[in-house]
């Protein structure tokens, strides 16, 4: 048994042991790696399965342990474990596709419908004392990064995706609709991708706060007394901005996604939707806007942990609040309470 946190049902957590999941006792695969957890982020999603006890077709039946922003350290190896080894800290990507699958094959394996992501009903998370990996899915990170950095490169690694499908270009005007964690990790990642400068926009402004703080070049947009698109147009003498991201999920932010946009710009879609949103398709054809849609991330993690560790990108100001592993009902609770002021909450493990 292992002391995990566990969703039972929609509301309710509990700090208890479980059967243990990882084969503590079983000799591992080859190629699997064995982890001590360290550290693990709070994400919307977790939040989301906690409050509402399902994300679109994934519901939760059956108690499911919580978490898949990670880092920890190797405490064993398959036999034909090249890369990592016993001591190496690292960060784990929770989703493990079928290496068959054919969009495995094709290097979009996060969207193989197969794969296997960490607390996604019926998959256990990562809120336990240890895990078992695959070695392909787990980074070794440099000294200089810090087991609550390395935890941040999962959710980085939704913008690093997102900067990336845009094919962002050095001096690129981007908008980013949205200062929760996935907007701010976005904005910072279309920064290093070559963006000149990205405007934020939210309605709470402690979230805008925050957002200019993480970079000179991040420009805070509140809605409730500014109109973003008024605001980039009149700033770029009428023409407009290079890329959109839309990191709300909001039908009333995707209903203005195209207002900022230049003629023969991008859209990026990344904010998870609890209820269908539709966009404007006439707004789209007359710029002959590109649209593109973000799920996860695929082959991505190295990038971030080398960007973390160059300092090309800080996430450090981003982790808002950390809580101790017996704390982690508490943790989810004020979660749950969306403090508007907190960016990304982490616990970390009994070391
Ligand atoms: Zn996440």
Redesign the pocket.
């Known amino acids: 048994m292992m002391k995990s946190v566990v969703l039972e049902k929609k509301g309710k957590i509990n700090l208890r042991d479980f059967p243990d999941i990882d084969r503590v006792e079983e000799v591992l695969k080859p190629r699997e790696v064995r982890i001590k957890n360290h550290t693990v982020?709070i994400?919307?999603?977790?939040v989301h399965y906690y409050t509402h006890g399902r994300i679109g077709p994934f519901v939760v039946k059956d108690p499911m342990i919580l978490g898949?922003?990670a880092s920890g350290t190797i405490i064993e190896v398959g036999t034909e474990v090249s890369s990592l080894k016993v001591g190496d800290r690292v960060c784990m990507e929770?989703g493990i596709p079928d290496p068959a699958a054919q969009a495995t094959r094709l290097g979009i394996y996060n969207i193989d419908p197969s794969v296997q992501f960490w607390a996604t009903p019926p998959v256990h998370g990562i809120l336990r004392p240890t895990c078992v990996h695959p070695e392909a899915f787990t980074f070794k990170i440099p000294d200089n990064v810090s087991f609550a950095e390395a935890a941040m490169v999962?959710?980085l690694a939704?913008g690093v995706h997102a900067a990336t499908k845009a094919k962002v270009k050095p001096g690129d005007i981007g908008v980013v609709m949205g200062a929760g964690?996935?907007g701010l990790v976005t904005a910072l990642s279309a920064l290093a991708a070559g963006c000149a400068q990205v405007y934020v926009s939210d309605l709470a402004e402690e979230k805008l706060e925050k957002a200019k703080a993480l970079n000179s070049a991040i420009i805070p947009i509140n809605i409730k007394s500014e109109t973003l698109a008024a605001r980039v147009l009149r700033d770029t003498d009428g023409w407009g901005a290079n890329v959109v991201f839309e990191a709300t999920g909001s039908p009333l932010a995707a209903a203005t996604v195209f207002d900022p946009l230049c003629p023969g710009g991008c859209i990026v879609l990344i904010g998870g939707q609890s209820e269908p949103i539709q966009y404007d398709a006439g707004a789209a054809m007359v710029r002959e806007a590109r649209v593109e849609n973000i799920f996860r991330y695929a082959n991505v993690f190295p990038r971030c942990v080398s960007m973390v560790s160059s300092g090309s990108i800080d996430v450090k100001a981003l982790i808002t609040r950390t809580f101790s592993f017996h704390e982690s009902i508490e943790a989810f609770d004020v979660a749950a309470s969306a403090p508007p002021a907190d960016i990304k909450m982490q616990i970390v493990l009994p070391n």
């Open positions: 982020g994400c919307g999603s977790d898949h922003e929770p999962e959710p939704v964690p996935i």
